[in-house]
């Protein structure tokens, strides 16, 4: 199982930035699906998740400004994130619900005031 994430980068307060993990080596249509970030001395926490059908939900701190979606034709789950803030800055990683101890690289996002 493999997971690689790319899209992050540096953006200002208020951009936008869409992340994408590409999955291989898994059913990737039976996997429930989830965006999680980690800022340097922070734990790993949970931002986004998507079911199998397609049922979203996601932290209270960036509810309305990020998109959690799927495309299981292309094994890839995205992240659309809208208004970003400073305190978004982490490193995102994807993560399938199946296989818990899998995780990709990562992709840094840096959003400057």
Known sequence: VQLVESGGGLVQAGGSLRLSCVASGMLFSINAMG???????????????????GSTNYA????????ISRDNA???????????????????????DLYSGTWGSGTQVTVSS
Not at 35 to 53: F, K, N
Not at 60 to 67: H, I, L, M
């Open 35 to 53: 965006w999680y970030r980690q800022a340097p001395g922070e734990e790993r926490v949970l931002v986004a998740h998507i079911t199998v059908g």
């Open 60 to 67: 209270d701190s960036v509810k309305g400004r990020f998109t």
């Open 74 to 96: 292309k094994n890839t789950v995205y992240l659309q994130m809208h208004s970003l803030k400073p305190e978004d800055s982490a490193v995102y990683y994807c993560h399938a």
